[in-house]
């Protein structure tokens, strides 16, 4: 025990950099549990989500906690073998020397524990009002929760148990003579694999074709994970194989190879490859995941307001299912009986949404996540009503208005019926410009309703839906909230079912039965259905603000392990680097040039992962636009941004831990 904390103490940079990491995992694990199980968390509106997106994060941040504490302990273990060894040729046995690493990991724990809890429990209070701060809540007292200092400390301690078992193993299967040999064992100069090599290269490239051909927002989330799969395994290779090959071919080129400058960087980058490899590609991987858990999640809480803006032509909206003049006759009649004021009134009729695959200007009724887009037909009549625009269309002519993606065709075929499209429009006066489906969403404007209920019918026929698809009237007013909520509670008393005279749920006539998934449904049809701006804006607010905030979390936590990782990578090249140089001094190098050679050495490992980090989220760029639009928002300019400014951030960050972790390997090097 006594030589346990003796070696902790006089051994302290070597443990500090393994307990500050050990302290701040068990500190960010506390505090999102702490939140979590706190009672308080159920006085939140929609507390339901947030329980959801912090479980989900805790669930990321234990994974990542148990690879990071892996990581950053077999660090540890490296430094000290040549100590270990020591031990063993001055006398103590194996077993002895395991108990020493098993108790110094106990009192590693137990300074985990009391540390991160005092401290997880004071700035898990300043990480709630964050959160209740961005979903506008304004309860602020936030209660102790004791069970989740245990489930963390027990979590953590199958960490610690899992480290002991990684320091058993690996005293126990190495000589005395490896011990004392194996902290300063380098790396052989690795081979040049070209299939390997050009292996990495395809895996990019599949990874980055998936992400920029996907069609539609449910195709992204089918194919991003993929499309990870693929980034991260050629990310790897492109460090452990292609930067290796083109060393190599820098190596042949002798006009390039024997400059001084050149040569230095060259075969010391050769040399050691292999070790930088994982360590550059743990980096690339850490700084995309930032830069896409940030620009994903503040993307999407900046977009709310100007999705709300598209979506709500009024700041209230009335789906009736019935024809135009029976429900402006519903709704005038409801509120004059209760006083109840429609300001500024917007009415159109619209077919109800046909959904399924659009290929090549081809409707067919099945669900493709490639190409699945929601269709919506109205006539020239209500477009003209709504922007005052008379149009005239002969025949099978169409006006197009693609809301949401794209449509490069000239004609659109339904079963044996084409639209031929005589114009493409980029909005509607009066009409919403986003949808709340998780599909591409297009509007045919037609002739008249007779060219479009054959085509509903046949949707009907192909979906195997008991009730006909048929026309929807839409009604936007702005309503105070009031009058709002009296209009709904009146009006849910109503059932309307297309043509179908509209009937009160009241009458003794109304049979009521239960629909395929055990919700009230009547035969004379379903109620009218309201959307308030306000009550969006809450749960999306609500929603999108938790989103940000374990976005937040999450971002921290990586920027946290990408320092971690370059301190310790710049230490142990800086331990690597120490002899080559002063051997290149020796033989007649200036301190100058020395200096020099590591400067621009430094600089191309350290700046090679963001650079790439960067390519691989411009790939995914798209896909993660798409996305986002599952949420409804779809405003690539503010996304360009918001994505353009997070890069800067981080990109500001990383050159800081670059300045701050260079000074320690120049120490080392010049030492």
Not at 42 to 70: E, P
Not at 345 to 370: D, T
């Amino acid at each position: 025990m006594k030589l346990a904390g003796r070696n902790i103490h006089q051994s302290m940079s070597n443990f500090l950099p393994f307990a500050l990491s050990s302290v701040v995992m068990f500190l960010m694990n506390l505090m999102i549990a702490t939140i979590l199980l706190s009672p308080s968390l159920k006085k939140l509106q929609g507390w339901g989500n947030f329980a959801m997106l912090l479980s989900l994060g805790l669930i990321v941040l234990t994974i990542f906690a148990t690879i990071f504490m892996i990581y950053s302990y077999r660090f540890l273990l490296k430094r000290r073998t040549k100590e270990f060894g020591l031990y063993n040729i001055l006398g103590l046995k194996k077993r002895q020397i395991v108990r020493i690493s098993i108790l110094e990991l106990l009192m590693m724990f137990l300074v985990t524990v009391v540390a991160g809890t005092i401290l997880g429990i004071v700035l898990a209070k300043f990480l709630y009002l964050i959160l209740i701060n961005l979903v506008g809540e304004n309860y602020f007292d936030l209660q102790w929760s004791p069970l989740a200092v245990g489930i963390v400390t027990v979590l953590f301690a199958c960490i610690y148990l899992l480290l002991m078992i990684i320091s058993s193993f690996s005293i126990r299967r190495q000589s005395s003579l490896e011990l004392l040999k194996n902290a300063n064992k380098g790396e052989n100069e690795p081979k040049s694999r070209g299939i390997l090599a050009l292996l990495g290269l395809v895996s990019l490239g599949i990874g980055y074709y998936l992400a920029v051909t996907v069609a539609s927002p449910l195709d992204a989330l089918t194919k991003f994970f993929i499309a990870v799969l693929f980034v991260i395994f050629g990310t790897l290779l492109f460090y452990m194989s292609f930067t290796i090959w083109l060393l190599k071919r820098q190596k042949k080129n002798k006009g390039y190879y024997y400059q001084p400058k050149h040569f230095i960087t060259v075969s010391s980058m050769l040399y050691r490859m292999k070790q930088n490899a994982v360590g550059l590609a743990n980096i690339t991987i850490l700084v995309t995941m930032t830069f896409v858990t940030l620009a994903t999640t503040v993307g999407l809480f900046s977009s709310i307001n100007g999705f709300l803006n598209d979506y709500f032509v009024r700041n209230t909206i009335i789906n009736i299912n019935t024809t135009q003049q029976q429900s402006i006759e519903l709704v005038d009649q409801v509120a004059e009986k209760n006083g109840i004021k429609l300001s500024n009134p917007v009415v159109y009729e619209r077919s109800n949404s046909i959904v399924g695959a659009l290929n090549n200007g081809k409707f067919e009724n099945k669900q493709n996540l490639a190409n699945l887009t929601a269709v919506n037909f109205m006539t020239a009549e209500t477009y003209t009503t709504l922007t005052g625009n008379p149009v005239h269309l002969r025949g099978n002519e169409a006006i197009a208005f693609p809301a949401v993606g794209s449509l490069n065709e000239n004609q659109v075929k339904f079963g044996n019926r084409t639209f031929k499209i005589k114009q493409k429009i980029n909005g509607i006066r009066n009409f919403p410009s986003t949808s709340r489906m998780a599909s591409n969403w297009l509007i045919l404007i037609v002739n008249s309703k007779s060219q479009i209920q054959p085509v509903l019918d046949d949707a009907t026929k192909a979906a195997g839906n008991h009730y006909p698809l048929g026309f929807d009237t839409t009604i936007s007013a702005d309503l105070t909230g009031k009058d709002a909520k009296k209009l709904q509670n009146t009006l849910s008393n109503y059932r309307v079912n297309g043509d179908a005279p509209i009937q009160r749920r009241d009458d003794s006539k109304t049979k009521i039965e239960q629909d395929d998934r055990g919700e009230e449904k009547t035969l004379a049809g379903m109620p009218p259905t309201f959307e308030r701006y306000d009550d969006m804006h809450q749960q999306l607010i609500s929603f999108a603000g938790g989103f940000l905030f374990i976005g937040l979390v999450l971002g921290f936590t990586f920027i946290l392990g990408t320092a971690l990782i370059i301190y310790y990578k710049q230490i142990s090249e800086g331990e690597q680097d120490k002899r080559s140089f002063e051997i290149l001094q020796e033989v007649g190098l200036s301190s100058d040039e020395v200096r020099q050679t590591i400067r621009s050495q430094v600089l191309l490992v350290f700046f090679m992962p963001i650079g790439v980090a960067i390519v691989h989220f411009g790939f995914a760029f798209i896909m993660i636009q798409k996305l986002i639009s599952l949420f409804g928002t779809t405003r690539f300019g503010l996304l360009l941004l918001t994505s353009i400014g997070t890069i800067a951030v981080v990109a500001a960050i990383y050159y800081i831990i670059y300045k701050q972790t260079s000074r320690a390997y120049y120490r080392i090097v010049e030492r």
